[in-house]
């Protein structure tokens, strides 16, 4: 059983995946980064996963790397240690369905970096944001600036990321970190009603439609378009498709199954 984090399932195929050092805001340390390779492999191999939920335990989402358990690394063990966390990120951005942040309290250092490494995100209207590594002579490595500045764009980027100050909530909806903020004791009830509503929806769809998202972005135009032709060519053919226009003609809810 992992002792950093913690799994549940609170509806059948949403998984909610929990940082669970409440005691130290949730840190990111190495046991807690193992975990997380472990954690984020088994759920993108399970075919009947249709939903991720990413938040904190205790008054806080995550704080970032552990710096007393850095205090007095070598540069060998620290490199060690961030190949650990390395991997973990590309597990996360591995995951085929949707990975949605529910945000309370500090997100902070590689803690705002998993958030962003979600899909989207919902925040507590306490939530803080940052990249605050400018500060400690190091600067984001596990995708912060390339995924704040897809998320921003390059000129809000540069100046969170060379500033290292810290946003609210209100700020990071504004900038376009987070897709809505709500009142902390509704950001679950927030979170869950939306991960309920894509579960409900045909899973085939969902995973393709994340993957052409993210794909395509990199990609010119034109080749973009030709990957969602080809996702939809592929889907147009399946029983769920099927299923839906008949349960739309029958006035019911379909039973898709992922075929």
Not at 176 to 200: C, H, K, P, S, Y
Not at 209 to 231: F, I, N, P, R, T
Request: proline residues 5%; glycine residues 8%; hydrophobic residues 45%.
């Amino acid at each position: 059983m992992p002792e950093t984090i913690k799994l549940e399932e609170p509806v059948p195929g949403v998984a909610v995946v929990a940082f669970n050092r409440p005691e130290v805001a949730n840190a990111l340390s190495t046991q807690m980064g193992l975990e997380l390779v472990e954690a984020w492999t088994a759920l993108a191999a399970r075919p009947d996963l249709r939903c991720v939920i990413l938040r904190g335990e205790g008054k806080h989402f995550q704080a970032g790397a552990d710096l007393k358990e850095r205090n007095g690394m070598t540069d060998a063990a620290w490199a060690e240690q961030h190949k650990v966390f390395e991997a973990m990120v590309r597990a996360q951005l591995a995951v085929p369905v949707p990975i949605i942040a529910a945000v309370n309290g500090a997100a902070m250092g590689g803690g705002c970096e998993m958030a962003l490494a979600c899909d989207f995100a919902y925040a507590a209207d306490t939530a803080r944001f940052g990249l605050p590594e400018v500060g400690l002579g190091i600067m984001p490595g596990l995708g912060g600036t390339q995924l704040l500045t897809r998320s921003v764009g390059e000129r809000r980027a540069v100046e969170i990321l060379v500033s290292g100050r810290p946003l609210s909530a209100q700020e990071a909806l504004e900038a376009g970190i987070v897709n809505r903020v709500v009142a902390a004791d509704q950001l679950m009830v927030a979170v869950m009603e939306t991960a309920t509503r894509i579960a409900a929806n045909a899973p085939l769809s969902v995973r393709a439609l994340k993957h052409v998202v993210h794909e395509g972005h990199s990609m010119d135009l034109a080749a973009a378009m030709e990957l969602e032709l080809a996702q939809y060519n592929r889907l147009f053919k399946t029983t769920d498709r099927r299923e839906g226009i008949a349960s739309f003609n029958e006035k019911r809810t379909p039973a898709f199954r992922g075929e």
